[in-house]
């Protein structure tokens, strides 16, 4: 059983930048594809960035130019780079992996973690 957990998370005010990790439990996972989520309070679960196996980053339109995910395979781990953070980036982010066939749908992914909480002050 994988176990995902996150890191990294916490109060930065707008402009600033956070690196989030996701580190699993278990075993390795360098050969699954690896996604970020987010919900803010009262949203639904949104699509942040993902990385599948030996091909390039995917990113939604809202991150894009200014988040960075990479997989640093001696470390184990998978980490967001978040530069330029605006309010509305503020979110409990989600570390997901799974073997998937479409990286920007939750419902791909097989194993979760518990989440990690970014707040973006204005």
């Known amino acids: 059983q994988v176990q995902l957990v996150e890191s990294g998370g916490g109060l930065v005010q707008a402009g600033g930048s956070l690196r989030l990790s996701c580190a699993p439990s278990?075993?390795?996972?360098?050969?699954?594809?690896m996604g970020w989520f987010r919900q803010a309070p009262g949203k639904e679960r949104e699509f942040v960035a993902a990385?599948?196996?030996?091909?390039?980053?995917t990113y939604s339109d809202s991150v894009k130019g200014r988040f960075t995910l990479s997989r640093a395979n001696a470390k184990n781990t998978v980490e967001l780079q978040m530069n330029s953070l605006k309010p509305e980036d503020t979110a409990v982010y989600y570390c997901?992996?799974?073997?998937?066939?479409?990286?920007?749908?939750?419902?791909?992914?097989?194993?979760w973690g518990q989440g990690t909480q970014v707040t973006v002050s204005s």
């Open positions: 990385l599948r196996v030996r091909e390039s980053s």
């Open positions: 278990g075993r390795t996972f360098t050969n699954y594809d």
């Open positions: 997901a992996a799974g073997v998937v066939t479409e990286v920007r749908t939750s419902g791909s992914y097989k194993y």
